[in-house]
Nanobody
Framework: QLVESGGGSVQAGGSLRLSCVAS????????MAWFRQVSGKEREGVAA????????AYAESVKGRFTISQDYAKKTLLLQMNNLKPEDTGVYYC????????????????????WGQGTQVTVS
């Protein structure tokens, strides 16, 4: 089970920090990621992290502005979003893959098997 929080409304240039509390975590969820979806569009990968190596991947549109990390003590996945832009608006979902990504890249949706309910981010 994955539960996101931290969404909200912010002006362009502002910051938000998203959190995802995971019941499946270290040792179980090998990869975790944040995706976002705008109404009428496909869900797109924003940032991903390999729980074992701590290697990360980011969409080009968020590089240098977003940072994905994990708080192992709190069993939480985090996404720090700075210098937000209106095009960052959408519903943000936390995702986890228990094993491998089955041949998919870290930012590709089919590689993930568990999803949260989403949290809305609005940038104006």
């Amino acid at each position: 089970q994955l539960v996101e929080s931290g969404g909200g409304s912010v002006q362009a240039g502002g910051s938000l920090r998203l959190s995802c509390v995971a019941s499946e975590f270290t040792g179980n969820a090998r990869y975790m990621a944040w995706f976002r979806q705008v109404s009428g569009k496909e869900r797109e990968g924003v940032a991903a992290i390999n729980s074992g190596s701590s290697g990360t991947a980011y969409a080009e549109s968020v590089k240098g502005r977003f940072t994905i990390s994990q708080d192992y003590a709190k069993k939480t996945l985090l996404l720090q979003m700075n210098n937000l832009k209106p095009e960052d608006t959408g519903v943000y979902y936390c995702a986890a893959a228990r094993g491998t990504l089955r041949g998919f890249a870290p930012l590709e949706k089919p590689g993930y098997t568990s999803w949260g309910q989403g949290t809305q981010v609005t940038v104006s």
